[in-house]
Every structure is written in structure tokens, then in C-alpha cells.
């Protein structure tokens, strides 16, 4: 292994650390979600570097395509829920 | 954690330029397998029986998100978008393409049902977001027959696999790529269904 490829491995590596920590530390939950889909599409590239193309694939179409829109309509519903409850709120007070 | 940390870091160490696996056991045996690329072998020919049930939970897991039953309407914010209405018409196609590529690809390189479904899936999906009512257009009795399609083929492949060759999931010799593709076929479409069936049956909430 060269060590440009090591250099890009360490990088992916420490990217993926960042991003996990940062979608669970997220301040809104749309941002957690748009996170989620960032960190799949880095793990697909992680997959890649493992010669593992199937599973690259399949992490790209699934984990950031399908499940990451699947986060972030349910987080835009979830917040919209929120601002009519706060709405009530703050209008029966 | 540090020390769990250390631990796994440890072990992944060990672990690394250690030993091949089975690799060379699917590569004795690849001949028979009917396809050129060992994973898809693996997925379709040698453990199709656990293709086989990742479908079935598949398909369990759109019935239960789904409450048995499918209905949707297509969200009206998102359809007065014409950003995502001009970019459907050139992603859509090429999105079919690229799943049918998949499909085909499967046989010998990366790709296969799995891959293939999720790039559908993920079409329909965009179809809905988009306005244009793709899986809500179809009558319910075809989502549904779409849904099971995949586990039941591989069920009838299973039984005649019993009945022809005296072993379940046994592919008659010769017949093994054309089963494969086939199945391949099958599981693509049921897959597509059921993850655009999971994100659009939710969307009228």
C-alpha cells in the first residue's frame, strides 16, 4: 500500500469518525439526517476502498439514496408537528 | 471505551492479511455456478436460500409498514416544484437504464437484483416527490402482487429444484445463469416496490 493510499484511507477513516459523532451531536434533526446521508455516501466510499464494489453499490442506493429521503421527509414531518404544537402553544397562553 | 476501542483496534490488527475466507472454495466451484462473478454466485446459486429469506423480511417489513394496506397520494408541495419536475425528466431515464444495466451487469461484474432494485426503488420514489404519481397509480392488487413476486419465485424455484433434482434451490444443470437471471428479474422488482412502498406509503402521514 502506498502512501498516498494509506494517506486516503486515514482520511476516509477519520471523515467517517467525524461525520458519526456529528449525526449524533446534530442540533436538528434535519441536519442529523442530511448527515446520515453524507456518512452513507462515505461508507460507500470506504467499501470501495475494500474492494467491495457490491457493497458499495448497494450502500450508495440504499443507505444514502432510499433510507437517507426516508430520514429526511420524516424529520421535515416531525418538525412541521412541532411548529403547529408550538403555534397552539403560544396562542392558547 | 478507550479501552474497548483498544481492544477492536487490536483484533482488526490481527485480523488483517490473516486468512482468505472461502474464496477459494467459491473459486473451485464457480464452474457450476452459471455466472462469471463470484458474489453474485454466492448470493444467487450457493446461498440462495438466504437471498431467498431477505426477501421474504423484505416483504415483511413492507406489510408491517404498511398495515397491510398501500395507499398513498403524492405530497402537493413538492409537486408545484418545477427545479424537481425538469430534473426528473432527465434523471428518471437514466435512472431505468442504469437499473436494467444493473440487472444485467450482475452476471458479470458488481451489481445484480439488489443493486438494481434500490436504483428503481429510488426512481419510483423520485417520481413521487416529484408529483407524478408512480406507485399510487397502480392498482393496489398489483403493488401488492409486485411485493410478493420476489419470494415467491424463488418458493417455485425451490419446489421445482425439490422435485426435479431431489434438493431444495437445486438449479438443473445447464440451467443455472438462465435461473439465476431470472430470479435476479424477479427479486429486482420486488425489491424496488417494497422500498418505494416504504418511503411513499408513509408519505401521506
New interface residues.
Given amino acids: 500500500m502506498t502512501t498516498l493510499e494509506l494517506a486516503f484511507d486515514i482520511v476516509v477513516v477519520a471523515v467517517l469518525v467525524v461525520l458519526a459523532w456529528r449525526t449524533l451531536d446534530a442540533p436538528g434533526i434535519f441536519q442529523a439526517a442530511v448527515l446520515f446521508i453524507t456518512f452513507g455516501l462515505t461508507m460507500a466510499l470506504a467499501w470501495a476502498r475494500l474492494a467491495a464494489?457490491?457493497l458499495?453499490?448497494?450502500e450508495a442506493?440504499?443507505g444514502a439514496?432510499?433510507t437517507g429521503?426516508?430520514l429526511v421527509?420524516?424529520a421535515r414531518?416531525l418538525e412541521a408537528a412541532e411548529e403547529a404544537t408550538a403555534e397552539d402553544d403560544s396562542g392558547a397562553r | 471505551m478507550g479501552a474497548l476501542g483498544a481492544l477492536l483496534g487490536r483484533a482488526a490488527f490481527e485480523l488483517r492479511e490473516g486468512s482468505a475466507g472461502l474464496a477459494a472454495s467459491v473459486d473451485a466451484q464457480m464452474g457450476a455456478g452459471g455466472v462469471a462473478h463470484p458474489?453474485t454466485a454466492v448470493l444467487l446459486d450457493f446461498r440462495s436460500y438466504d437471498t431467498w429469506l431477505e426477501l421474504v423480511v423484505l416483504l415483511l417489513a413492507a406489510i408491517g409498514a404498511l398495515h397491510g394496506r398501500f395507499q398513498a397520494a403524492p405530497p402537493a408541495g413538492l409537486a408545484r416544484d418545477p427545479l424537481l419536475a425538469s430534473l426528473l425528466v432527465a434523471l428518471v431515464p437514466v435512472m431505468l437504464l442504469a437499473a436494467g444495466y444493473?440487472l444485467h451487469a450482475g452476471a458479470q461484474?458488481?451489481?445484480?437484483a439488489?443493486?438494481a432494485g434500490?436504483?428503481l426503488?429510488?426512481a419510483l420514489?423520485l417520481l413521487h416527490?416529484g408529483g407524478r404519481p408512480a406507485l399510487s397509480a397502480m392498482p393496489a392488487a398489483l403493488v401488492r402482487a409486485l411485493l410478493v413476486l420476489g419470494a415467491a419465485c424463488f418458493a417455485i424455484a425451490g419446489a421445482a429444484g425439490l422435485v426435479l433434482e431431489g434438493a431444495l434451490l437445486q438449479y438443473p444443470a445447464g440451467y443455472a445463469g438462465a435461473a439465476i437471471l431470472t430470479l435476479e428479474a424477479a427479486a429486482t422488482a420486488s425489491i424496488a416496490v417494497a422500498?418505494a412502498a416504504?418511503?411513499i406509503g408513509?408519505?401521506d402521514?
Fill in positions: 464494489p457490491d458499495a453499490l448497494a442506493a440504499v439514496g432510499l429521503v426516508l421527509h420524516v414531518v | 458474489v444493473l461484474g458488481p451489481g445484480g439488489f443493486q434500490a436504483v426503488g429510488a420514489v416527490l422500498l416504504l418511503v408513509q408519505a402521514r
